[in-house]
């Protein structure tokens, strides 16, 4: 078997707390039950806590990303009159990320 050099990502529900960067090519879908990676996105809530001002991060995209089924939180800053997203975008082409059934 021949692999590609790009595959795409499932996740099983759980909550992260990491920020996450896209990678041009890469998809990445949430909602997947753990070990048998079944997926039911009513009931596998797959949630991305950003831990840092930008949660999820798309930059410099070149080839097509789906980013489907995730609960995203952008990281609060109480107090500190700091900014904060859920999801950047920045120097990507409209058609190139595509969100999909996300919170």
């Known amino acids: 078997l021949l692999c590609p050099d790009k595959c795409d990502i499932v996740v ?21 039950t753990p070990k048998t990676f079944a997926y039911d996105l009513p009931v596998n809530p797959t949630i991305i806590a950003g831990s840092e001002a930008r949660a999820v ?22 107090d500190q009159s700091q900014s904060t997203y859920a999801v950047w975008v920045r120097n ?11 919170t």
């Open 12 to 32: 099983s529900k759980g909550t992260y707390p990491k920020s996450v960067t896209l990678a041009s090519g890469v998809s990445i879908f949430g909602g997947y």
């Open 57 to 78: 991060i798309a930059q410099g995209l070149t080839e097509t990303v789906r980013f489907h089924g995730f609960t995203v939180e952008g990281k609060d800053f109480v």
């Open 92 to 102: 990507s082409p409209d058609d190139l990320l595509q969100i999909e059934k996300c």
